[in-house]
Every structure is written in C-alpha cells, then in structure tokens.
C-alpha cells in the first residue's frame, strides 16, 4: 500500500513561515500540494516533478516554494510570509500520470490518484 507522510504543520503568526515535508513509500516523478481551508473547497497549491517543473496556485506564488527531492522521495513546500487565509490542512498528493507536473492538471482534485492523510497549518493574525 502506497503512503504519503506529510510533516511540518502547526502554529504561526501572520508573516512567518513553515515548512512541510511529505514523504512517500514509493518512488513517484510528480508530487503536489493541496489545501482546504475551513469550509472551502480543496484547492491546488503547488506541484513539482523529478526534473524541477514547479506550478502554482495563484493565491501563493511569490511566497510558497515547491521542490522535490526525488532520491530521498521527499516533496517539500516553503512557506514564507504566511496569511491567515492559509490557514487550513495541507494533503500531500500523487497525480494520475507524471505529464501532469508540465501542466495546472496536477493542482486539479480530480486528477489525483493518491491522497495523504494532511497536516493542519494554522496562521494567526
């Protein structure tokens, strides 16, 4: 059975930054980001692939950054000047097929084949 780990989450005060961290039990070229805050619809929030292609959702570029370390079947997200409206659970996720990372479907739910179980982030103002 294929596992995601997502670690990093917890508190913090607008302005500040986080780190998450999402380990998975296989080998995978295109890993992605989703959030869902409180009574919002899940939404994309970056995604990267084995060869360094990043996307992102447009409420955070500029101040999120996705990398993937594919060796160590890690996906990371930086998470820098951090507002109250990010507040939510991150999921770390596997899109359907690795051409997805060149394209927004990888920050599309319902290209997702494999979810994790999330890590909550809460941004105090």
């Known amino acids: 059975e294929v596992q995601l780990v997502e670690s990093g989450g917890g508190s913090v005060q607008a302005g500040g930054s986080l780190r998450l961290s999402c380990t998975a039990s296989?080998?995978?070229?295109?890993l992605a980001w989703f959030r869902r805050a409180p009574g919002r619809e899940r939404e994309g929030v970056a995604s990267a692939n084995w060869l360094g292609t990043t996307r992102y959702g447009g409420s955070v570029e500029g101040r999120f950054t996705v990398s993937m370390d594919h060796d160590q079947k890690t996906l990371y997200l930086q998470m820098d000047s951090l507002k109250s409206d990010d507040t939510g659970v991150y999921y770390c996720a596997v899109p359907r097929f690795e051409s997805y990372c060149n394209t927004e479907d990888a920050l599309k739910p319902h290209s997702i084949a494999i979810w994790g179980q999330g890590t909550q982030v809460t941004v105090s103002s």
């Open positions: 296989a080998y995978y070229r295109c």
